[in-house]
C-alpha cells in the first residue's frame, strides 16, 4: 500500500553516504588500533627475542672463549702427555738391577771377571723419516709450531764392560749368552788382549747394547 | 474488543517476532511515543508507550536537539523501547494537505502533473518545497484524477530531520497525521466491509476534517475553528476572562483534570457535575455549528466520491475530544454516529509496556504512526 514519506530523495541519499562513511570511518580506525596493537605486540616480541638473541650471542662468546680455553688445555695436556712418554721412555728400558741377573745369567760358570762397568743411558735427537726404516727405541718429540719436521728421540742404553777372561773361548761363551739374553740387543765385542803375565789371561773391552723395549 | 481482534495483549511467553519502529508525534502539550510488536502467532502488542510533557514550549524544544534528547531520556527511561528508529510526523503547521485534480494520461504522467498543478499553486519555485501524493481516484473520469497531496516547505523538512538526527533518532519515514488516523482507523475498521469514517481533529487554532474511506484517504481539509476560538466565546458570554474560562473548563468539562495546579483527591470538584457542563455546552453551541457546516460538506464530497456510499460515524481526536458532551452536542447536529476515537491501546495488556499511565485520545497519530512497519512488515 502507497504510503506518504516525505523525506526528500537527496537528504536521504546524504544520510545514506553519512553512514556508511561513519561506518568506513569506525573500519579505520578499528583497523588502526588493530595494526598498531599488532605493530606493538611484533615490536614487543622483537625486543624480547633481540634481548634473547644477544643473551645468546653472549653466552655464545663465553662458550667460545671456554673453548678456546678447553683447546688450550687440551694442547697443553697433549704436550704434558707427550712430555710424560719422552720422560717415561727416557727413564723406561731395563732396569740397572735387573741387568745384575742378567749378566749373572749369561756369566754361569765361565771363568770371567768384571773390572769395570760401566751402564749408560743416552739419546739423540733425530729425524723422522716417513719413508725410512729406523732401528732402535725412539720416543716421538712432539712437533714444535712452525716446524717442518718431525723428529724422535732415539733413546740407547748400553753397558760398557771391562774385564778379564780365563781364555778366549770362556770370554766367547760368555759373549754368546749374553747375547741370547731376550734383554740385550747387540753384544759387541771391543778389545781382546792377553796379558803378558804368567797365567796368561785374556783382557778384554765389550759393550752390551741393551734392548730398550724389553722388561717394561 | 472485536474490532480490536488483530490487537491484543501479550501472553507471557509469546515469542517476538517483529518489532516495528517507534511512532513519535510532537502533540500540542505532550510528545506521544507508541512501539508496537508483532508476536510469533501474528497478533500485534504493544510493546512500549509514553507521553511526557513538554517542559517549555513545543517551539523552543523544537530548536533544541540536547534539550529534545534529554526530554526522550525522560520518556526511553524504565520502558522497553527498542531502538532508536522512528516514524513520524510534521507538526501540523508546518504542512499543507490539499486535494489536486489534474489531468493525466497514465501513472507515469501523475508525477508531471501535480507537479505543474503545483507549480501554478504555490508561491516559491518547487525546489523549495517536499511534495508526495497519494491519488484518491485513479480511475479516469473526464480524463481527471484525484490525489490528496502533502506540501511542507523543504527547510522545515529538513529542520525538523536534522532535529531528530541530531536527538540521536534514525528517522524511517516521515508522513503526515491523517495518513496515521487513517491507518488506525483502517486497521480498527471491519476490512470486509469498508466503512466511510470522517475523523475530527481538533487543534487550538484550527481543526483537520479527514475524511477515510477504507484504506483510503479522501481528503484532509483544515477549518478555522479550535479550542481557543470556543473557549473565547464561554469567556464573552460570562463575562470573564479566557484565563478564567480555561480554569471553568478545566475544572468542569475536562474528561480529566489536567490542568497544572488543578486540585486532586477528595477537594476537587465533581466530574460528572452535569448543571455546568450543560450550561458550558449550551454556550458554545453556536461554535460548534459552523464547525458542523464544513463537516456537512466534506461528508457529501465523501458520498460524491464514494458513489454514494454515506459516512458510518465520526471519530473526535485532539483537545476537543477531551471536553465530556462534545461529541453528545455533535451527535445532536449532525445525524450521525459520534464518538471519541476508542483508545487504540485499550487492546494491550502488556503492562510493562506503560501500565498506570492514562490513555489519551491524542495518542491515536503516534500509534497510526506505529502500525505503520506492522503493515508493511505483516
Redesign the interface.
Known amino acids: ?8 530523495g537527496d ?1 536521504r541519499r546524504g ?1 545514506h553516504h553519512l553512514r556508511w562513511l561513519r561506518r568506513f570511518a569506525l573500519a579505520l580506525a578499528i583497523a588502526a588500533i588493530l595494526s598498531g596493537s599488532a605493530f606493538a605486540a611484533l615490536r614487543l616480541g622483537t625486543r624480547a627475542v633481540s634481548a634473547e638473541i644477544d643473551e645468546l650471542r653472549g653466552t655464545r662468546a663465553v662458550n667460545e672463549q671456554l673453548g678456546a680455553r678447553l683447546a688450550e688445555l687440551r694442547k697443553q695436556r697433549e704436550s704434558y702427555a707427550s712430555q710424560l712418554s719422552l720422560l717415561d721412555g727416557l727413564r723406561g728400558g731395563t732396569p740397572a738391577e735387573r741387568m745384575f741377573s742378567v749378566v749373572d745369567r749369561a756369566l754361569g760358570e765361565e771363568p770371567v771377571w768384571f773390572a769395570r762397568w760401566r751402564f749408560e743411558r743416552a739419546g739423540a735427537s733425530v729425524e723422522v723419516s716417513p719413508d725410512g726404516v729406523n732401528t732402535g727405541y725412539f720416543i716421538v718429540i712432539p712437533k714444535a709450531d712452525g716446524s717442518p719436521e718431525q723428529r724422535a728421540w732415539q733413546v740407547e742404553t748400553h753397558m760398557s764392560i771391562s774385564g778379564r777372561a780365563l781364555d778366549h773361548a770362556a770370554l766367547s761363551r760368555f759373549a754368546a749368552r749374553l747375547f741370547e739374553q731376550p734383554e740385550i740387543d747387540d753384544v759387541r765385542v771391543l778389545r781382546t788382549s792377553l796379558q803378558a803375565q804368567r797365567q796368561k789371561r785374556v783382557e778384554f773391552d765389550l759393550v752390551v747394547v741393551v734392548n730398550n723395549g724389553a722388561g717394561r | 474488543m472485536k474490532r480490536f481482534a488483530w490487537l491484543s495483549g501479550s501472553t507471557p511467553g509469546s515469542r517476538v517476532a517483529a518489532i516495528g519502529s517507534i511512532g513519535l508525534e510532537f502533540a500540542r502539550e505532550k510528545l506521544h511515543l507508541v512501539q508496537l510488536q508483532r508476536l510469533a502467532d501474528g497478533r500485534l502488542t504493544l510493546r512500549a508507550r509514553a507521553s511526557v510533557p513538554y517542559p517549555e514550549d513545543r517551539t523552543e524544544l523544537m530548536t533544541s536537539p540536547a534539550r529534545l534528547k534529554a526530554l526522550l531520556a525522560r520518556a526511553f527511561k524504565g520502558r522497553p523501547f527498542h531502538g532508536r528508529e522512528v516514524t513520524t510526523a510534521l507538526p501540523a503547521g508546518d504542512i499543507r494537505i490539499l486535494s489536486v485534480s489534474y489531468a493525466a494520461g497514465d501513472d507515469r504522467d501523475a508525477d508531471a502533473a501535480i507537479a505543474r498543478v503545483m507549480e501554478s499553486r504555490l508561491p516559491e519555485p518547487l525546489a523549495n518545497y517536499v511534495i508526495d501524493y497519494l491519488p484518491v481516484r485513479a480511475t479516469q473520469r473526464d480524463g481527471e484524477r484525484l490525489s490528496v497531496v502533502a506540501v511542507a516547505g523543504r527547510e522545515a523538512v529538513v529542520d525538523y530531520l536534522e532535529l531528530l538526527r541530531r536527538a540521536a533518532l534514525s528517522v524511517r519515514s516521515l508522513e503526515i497525521g491523517p495518513a496515521a488516523i487513517k491507518r488506525l482507523v483502517s486497521a480498527m475498521s471491519d476490512l470486509r466491509e469498508p466503512d466511510n469514517v470522517l475523523v475530527i481533529n481538533f487543534g487550538e487554532e484550527v481543526t483537520y476534517l479527514t475524511m477515510i474511506s477504507g484504506r483510503r484517504l479522501l481528503l484532509d481539509q483544515e477549518v478555522a475553528f479550535g479550542e481557543r476560538r470556543l473557549l473565547a466565546q464561554i469567556a464573552d458570554t460570562l463575562e470573564v476572562s479566557a484565563e478564567e474560562a480555561r480554569t471553568l473548563v478545566y475544572d468542569h468539562v475536562l474528561r480529566e483534570p489536567s490542568r497544572p495546579g488543578a486540585p486532586q483527591g477528595p477537594d476537587a470538584p465533581a466530574l460528572n457535575d452535569n448543571d455546568v457542563t450543560d450550561t458550558l455546552l449550551e454556550i458554545i453551541r453556536p461554535g460548534l455549528a459552523s464547525l458542523v457546516e464544513e463537516i456537512k460538506r466534506t461528508l457529501m464530497y465523501a458520498a460524491a466520491e464514494t458513489h454514494g456510499q454515506a459516512a458510518r460515524r465520526v471519530y473526535l481526536v485532539g483537545s476537543l475530544a477531551r471536553w465530556r458532551g462534545v461529541d453528545r452536542a455533535l451527535n445532536d447536529m449532525i445525524d450521525i454516529e459520534v464518538a471519541n476515537i476508542p483508545d487504540p491501546l485499550v487492546a494491550f495488556t502488556n503492562p510493562a509496556a506503560g501500565a498506570g499511565e492514562t490513555a489519551e485520545p491524542e495518542i491515536a497519530v503516534a500509534t497510526g504512526l506505529a502500525l505503520r512497519d506492522m503493515f508493511e512488515h505483516g
Open positions: 500500500m502507497a504510503e506518504f514519506d516525505l523525506i526528500p537528504y544520510l
